[in-house]
Nanobody
Framework: QVRLVESGGGSVQPGGSLRLSCAAS????????MGWFRQAPGKEREGVAT???????YYANSVKGRFTISRDNAKNTLYLHMNSLKPEDTAMYYC??????????????WGQGTQVTVSS
């Protein structure tokens, strides 16, 4: 059974940094496409970053140069390193995976989310 558990969210001032973690169980993170998504109140969910099983990454334009997606295969964990945070980054962040080496297509498995709030 696939399970994803996020952690690391919190409140931070603009310009600050956070690292989100997503502990996976039931499969090996290096064999699936994995990604981070976010949803702000009143807005649609949007893709933030993805990484396929070959290590190729994708970033939304709004986070490019500030966020980095990575994984630790030994810990079976996905990360999102967020720097230079802005108030518009405030959202619930979700970890997700799809049972494919590539990231084109729908994501099948989702975590419960972790809240990120950027405010002075």
């Amino acid at each position: 059974q696939v399970r994803l558990v996020e952690s690391g969210g919190g409140s931070v001032q603009p310009g600050g940094s956070l690292r989100l973690s997503c502990a996976a169980s039931g499969y090996t993170v290096s064999t699936y496409c994995m990604g981070w998504f976010r949803q702000a109140p009143g807005k649609e969910r949007e893709g933030v970053a993805t990484i396929n099983s070959y290590g190729s990454t994708y970033y939304a334009n709004s986070v490019k140069g500030r966020f980095t997606i990575s994984r630790d295969n030994a810990k079976n964990t996905l990360y999102l390193h967020m720097n230079s945070l802005k108030p518009e980054d405030t959202a619930m962040y979700y970890c997700a995976s799809r049972p494919s080496r590539y990231c084109s297509g729908d994501f099948s498995y989702w975590g419960q989310g972790t809240q990120v709030t950027v405010s002075s």
